[in-house]
């Protein structure tokens, strides 16, 4: 099975603060990788497909590159909204597998 | 739209079975893979199950093999997830969601496993 290493577990800053969340496959999974936001009592919400495609309806401050194992997702200017957990997800094997989650807190 | 619902959630007592449904509309559901993920009481995220689209590969994750078996009636439009000997660690939120450039998910039913 394909493992995803996501760093770090937790986050604290503030508003408006530039914010990288890093995910790391255990082995090539091209661009299959989305990001998801989730707050409590909600389903996951896809924020980032295929590595770098924007989600319709997203904030333009959240952006996502990377391809093979290595990835990242970036808030270029956080907002209030934005504190959340977020997890990735690869989606290139049948057998999908998450990261363990990123808390943004407030600072 | 995508739209996936699920129902079927509920409290149950260990030991017990349950059957969880999702009805899915808003695109060709024949033409995805479909896969059921689960997030336990203040946990991550984990993947429970996938089928593809003509139900001829199928998946489980370890923890469920053999007590969990999906299905899906393209007919229907709907995803099945059969849950046997349920656990008190089964306890979870169960989200059906579609395969594709972007995956889409459900709301969620919640399954509670307790005496």
């Known amino acids: 099975d394909i493992q995803m290493t996501q760093s770090p577990s937790t986050l604290s800053a503030s508003v408006g603060d530039r914010v990288t969340i890093t995910c790391r496959a255990s082995?090539?999974?091209?661009?299959?990788l989305a990001w998801y936001q989730q707050k409590p009592g909600k389903a996951p919400k896809l924020l980032i497909y295929?590595?770098?495609s924007l989600q319709s309806g997203v904030p333009s401050r959240f952006s996502g590159s990377g391809s093979g194992t290595e990835f990242s997702l970036t808030i270029s200017s956080l907002q209030p909204d934005d504190f959340a957990t977020y997890y990735c997800?690869?989606?290139?094997?049948?057998?999908?597998?998450f990261g363990q989650g990123t808390k943004v807190e407030i600072k | 739209d995508v739209q996936l619902v699920e129902s079927g959630g509920g409290l149950v007592q260990p030991g017990r079975s349950l059957r969880l449904s999702c009805a899915a509309s808003?695109?060709?559901?024949?033409?995805?893979?479909m896969h059921w993920v689960r997030q336990g009481p203040g946990r991550g995220l984990e993947w429970v199950s996938g089928?593809?689209?003509?139900?001829?590969?199928?998946g489980y994750a370890d923890s469920v093999k053999g007590r969990f078996t999906i299905s899906r009636d393209n007919a229907k439009n709907s995803l099945y997830l059969q849950m046997n000997s349920l656990r008190a660690e089964d306890t979870a939120f169960y989200y059906c969601?579609?395969?594709?450039?972007?995956?889409?998910w459900g709301q969620g039913t919640l399954v509670t496993v307790s005496s």
């Open positions: 969601a579609k395969d594709g450039d972007g995956p889409s």
């Open positions: 808003g695109f060709s559901f024949d033409d995805h893979a």
């Open positions: 089928i593809s689209w003509n139900s001829g590969t199928i």
């Open positions: 082995q090539s999974i091209s661009w299959w």
């Open positions: 295929k590595a770098s």
């Open positions: 997800q690869q989606y290139n094997s049948y057998l999908w597998t």
